[in-house]
């Protein structure tokens, strides 16, 4: 089982990625988490990344790739994984091509939450992450649509796209995504 979870900040991305990686027992890679841990340890890449982070920017590819590509070389990995948070534009999903392609590992389904804008920002407000400020959601807002949504056209022309209505309750969901992928027999 390899998929992609794409979908705007607060559409519930997280939340299933935590639930269907116990279920699965293969690990749930967030990007988001796996930097927020950097910068809590003052690590190198938890420096390099904070103001970009604190600023509601994308933090540079160079070093989300780099963070990926040692994710990937964990072995729990190998059973497969679920992403969450990457690829978040068109030079990282390249990117991700080409780590699957030294990997020797088949492409997977990319999961897409569908979900209107203004449960977004009601959503966000309510987790009340450090980067949950109203300016700076609208912030990775702006940047989800510009960077991100192309990849929703990219993947569909690759016939992997899966669509999610991500407003739906977080079990309605499960439920969803794990029929449709049991056609491809991937349950
Ligand atoms: P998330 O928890 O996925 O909303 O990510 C929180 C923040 O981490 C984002 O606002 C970005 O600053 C950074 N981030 C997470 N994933 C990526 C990525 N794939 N590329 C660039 N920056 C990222």
Redesign the pocket.
């Known amino acids: 089982m390899r998929l992609v979870f794409l979908g705007p900040?607060g559409s519930g991305k997280?939340t299933q990625a935590a639930s269907l990686s116990a279920r699965w027992q293969i690990p749930s890679l967030?990007?988001?988490?796996l930097?927020r841990d950097a910068i809590a340890a003052q690590s190198d890449l938890g420096k390099l990344?904070q103001t970009?982070?604190e600023a509601?920017?994308?933090?540079p590819?160079q070093l989300?790739v780099s963070l990926m590509r040692e994710s990937f070389g964990a072995p729990a990995t190998q059973k497969g994984w679920i992403l969450?948070?990457?690829?978040?534009n068109l030079a990282?999903t390249q990117a991700l091509d080409t780590l699957l392609q030294i990997m020797g590992q088949p492409y997977g389904q990319v999961v897409y939450f569908d979900i209107p804008e203004d449960l977004l920002v009601e959503r966000m407000l309510k987790r009340g992450r450090q980067?949950d400020r109203e300016d700076l959601i609208r912030q990775?807002l702006q940047i989800y649509n510009d960077q991100t949504t192309p990849l929703i056209n990219f993947y569909r022309r690759r016939h992997c796209l899966i669509e999610i209505d991500g407003s739906r309750s977080p079990q309605e969901i499960t439920d969803a995504i794990t029929s449709a992928l049991r056609p491809l027999g991937r349950d």
Do not use: M, Y
Request: no cysteine; charged share 30%.
């Open positions: 900040p997280s967030s990007t988001g988490d930097l990344a970009h982070v509601g920017e994308l933090v590819d989300i969450d948070g990457f690829p978040r990282q980067d990775r």
